[in-house]
């Protein structure tokens, strides 16, 4: 089975500190992504990665940036947390290619207070 | 550019009856996926069915169907026979040509009543 996990299931964090929230994947898939999930927005996607050392912007990569390097690791970071960063964080992995699906980790809750 | 309409924010279905999840798409691609997930209030996005753009059949995985409308740009999900565990949020979402991204919709909440 695909696996994939993220570090916490609910996180909360201070305005300004510096947030690490990490993805590890079990089945060697080239390509991560990092998403945010807000109600009525469904997600967006802010950064992936379709390789080690190699990323790419979503739609919404102001106030993140990301990390990958290991092929099973792919961190997101907000090195100045605000509130309005507050929200559901999901991670997913797929193979390289058309139209394989991605494997979602379990999210991560954050809350900046 | 690459769209996802889902104009059903929320949905109720009596337990065993049938129910569709709309889904409209936009895209330039002549070549795309169709995708719909499952969110149960657990978080966890599970992977439901896939729709090859030139798939000449409709996608089918168990009580699962993906009602494809080519030319109507629409992917509509049908789950026959409802269980109390389809209670969840559905998203539907399209990957063009290349098949790095995903687009998603804003999601469908469906509640199956006893």
């Known amino acids: 089975d695909v696996k994939v996990t993220q570090s916490s299931r609910y996180l909360v964090k201070r305005t300004g500190e510096k947030v690490f929230l990490e993805c590890v994947q079990d089945?060697?898939?080239?390509?991560m992504f990092w998403y945010r999930q807000d109600p009525g927005l469904g997600l967006r996607l802010i950064y992936f990665s379709y390789d080690v050392k190699m990323k790419e912007k979503g739609d919404i990569p102001e106030g993140y940036s990301v990390s990958r390097e290991k092929k099973e690791r792919f961190s997101l970071i907000l090195e100045s947390a605000s509130t309005n960063q507050t929200s559901m964080y999901l991670c997913a992995s797929s193979l390289r290619g058309s139209y394989y699906e991605q494997y979602f980790g379990p999210g991560t809750r954050l809350t900046v207070t | 550019a690459q769209k996802i309409t889902q104009t059903q924010p929320g949905m109720f279905v009596q337990e065993k009856e049938a129910v569709t999840l709309d889904c409209t798409y936009d895209t330039s691609d002549p070549s795309y996926g169709l995708f719909w997930y499952k969110q149960p209030s657990s978080g966890e996005m599970i992977f439901l069915i896939y729709q090859g753009s030139y798939d000449q059949q409709n996608a089918t995985e168990g009580r699962y169907s993906l009602n494809f409308q080519k030319a109507r740009k629409s992917a509509n999900l049908v789950i026959s026979a409802s269980q109390l565990g389809d209670s969840a949020m559905y998203f539907c979402?399209?990957?063009?040509?290349?098949?790095?991204?995903?687009?998603f919709g804003t999601g469908t909440s469906l509640t199956v009543i006893p």
């Open positions: 979402a399209i990957s063009p040509q290349g098949g790095n991204q995903f687009y």
């Open positions: 089945m060697d898939h080239e390509n």
